[in-house]
Nanobody, 128 residues
Framework: QVQLVESGGDSVPSGGSLRLSCAVS????????MGWFRQAPGKEREWVAV??????????RYADSVKARFAISRDNSKNMLYLQMNMLKPDDTAMYYC???????????????????WGLGTQVTVSS
């Protein structure tokens, strides 16, 4: 049974930092691209950051809205995915989800529709 479990969400003031974690089980983790997505109330789910199957491959991409503030990383030895979020803004308030995509594309997709496995999310709230 595939499971993705996010943690680390919290309420923080603007300018604060958080580190989200995602524990993955039930699949061969090294064969999957991973991504962080978020969804705010009344808005569509959007991609935040995606990463290749191995950090050594160097393929990580960030949405313009989080570039230079967020960093995605993975530990294939622990089946873990992380999102370090710095300089948080009220616009970052959302439910954050991790997702897994089998590596049948040349690079991680930016579309949520291409990710087959999802966690239940962790809430991030940033106050002004």
């Amino acid at each position: 049974q595939v499971q993705l479990v996010e943690s680390g969400g919290d309420s923080v003031p603007s300018g604060g930092s958080l580190r989200l974690s995602c524990a993955v089980s039930g699949l061969t983790y090294r064969n999957y691209y991973m991504g962080w997505f978020r969804q705010a109330p009344g808005k569509e789910r959007e991609w935040v950051a995606v990463i290749d199957t191995n950090e050594a491959y160097g393929t990580a991409r960030y949405a313009d809205s989080v570039k230079a503030r967020f960093a995605i990383s993975r530990d294939n030895s622990k089946n873990m995915l992380y999102l370090q979020m710095n300089m948080l803004k009220p616009d970052d308030t959302a439910m954050y989800y991790c997702a897994a995509q089998y590596r049948n594309f040349r690079q991680p997709s930016l579309s949520p529709d291409d990710y087959a496995a999802w966690g239940l999310g962790t809430q991030v709230t940033v106050s002004s």
